[in-house]
């Protein structure tokens, strides 16, 4: 079946700091690629959504100056927290839409700033 | 208005017991209905998904149903396991080919106790 390969599953950073965190399908390839965060005991949010070789598309209140997204391949995607804050702290998560697999989460990244 | 709602919220049940999750969506245009399993700090895995021709699938000891009149989904969990504790999300797929967008509820957490 489809996997997708997040990393890393935990980081701590200073604030101030950029933190990336990739995703990587291993043997597909995904032509789009979505990106979500998530409070504790919230639903997934979705930030934004990335089609390989273009600029993603944000949700409305997600500063694409601030969670940059690089979908360069078919099968690797990056998000980047840059100037990350204590509020950023959440858990992030992918999704990897394939043409024969539908969708595939990642396993998520806890990500915790001090 | 695009929404998902799933009750309970919560439910608590005794190992070896059976239960009953709800899923009610006012989605349109309505592409697929899918279940999935949600670990505390892991990514979502796939239970079943559903087109709007699909009535039941199972997978395992999950059965989900699907009545595209009423626009209600249920999953029914069989012979509960303690690794049945997780949240349970229902993602409706709205949209049509190139444009699809998914919509979220917000979640059953489900607690099995010995």
């Known amino acids: 079946g489809a996997v997708v390969s997040q990393h890393p599953s935990r980081v701590i950073c200073k604030s101030g700091t950029s933190v990336k965190i990739e995703c990587r399908s291993l043997d597909f390839q995904a032509t789009t690629m979505f990106w979500y965060r998530q409070f504790p005991k919230q639903s997934l949010m979705l930030m934004a959504t990335s089609n390989e070789g273009s600029k993603a598309t944000y949700e409305q209140g997600v500063e694409k100056d601030k969670f940059l997204i690089n979908h360069a391949s078919l099968t690797l995607s990056t998000l980047t927290v840059t100037s990350a804050h204590p509020e950023d702290s959440s858990f992030y998560i992918c999704?990897?839409?394939?043409?024969?697999?539908?969708?595939?989460f990642g396993s998520g990244t806890r990500l915790t700033v001090v | 208005k695009n929404q998902v709602e799933q009750s309970p919220q919560s439910l608590i049940i005794l190992e070896g017991k059976n239960c009953t999750l709800q899923?009610?969506?006012?989605?349109?245009?309505?592409?697929?209905l899918r279940w999935y399993k949600q670990d505390t700090g892991r990514g979502p895995v796939s239970l079943t998904i559903?087109?709007?021709?699909?009535n039941t699938k199972s997978n395992g000891r999950y059965t989900a149903t699907l009545d595209a009149d009423t626009k209600q989904s249920s999953l029914h969990i069989t012979a509960s396991q303690l690794s049945d504790s997780a949240s349970y999300i229902c993602?409706?797929?709205?949209?049509?080919?190139?444009?699809?967008?998914?919509?979220f509820g917000t979640g059953t957490r489900l607690k099995v106790l010995a």
């Open positions: 899923c009610n969506y006012t989605v349109s245009p309505f592409s697929n």
């Open positions: 993602v409706v797929s709205a949209g049509t080919s190139g444009t699809y967008k998914y919509i």
């Open positions: 559903m087109t709007f021709s699909e």
């Open positions: 999704s990897a839409r394939g043409t024969a697999y539908g969708y595939t």
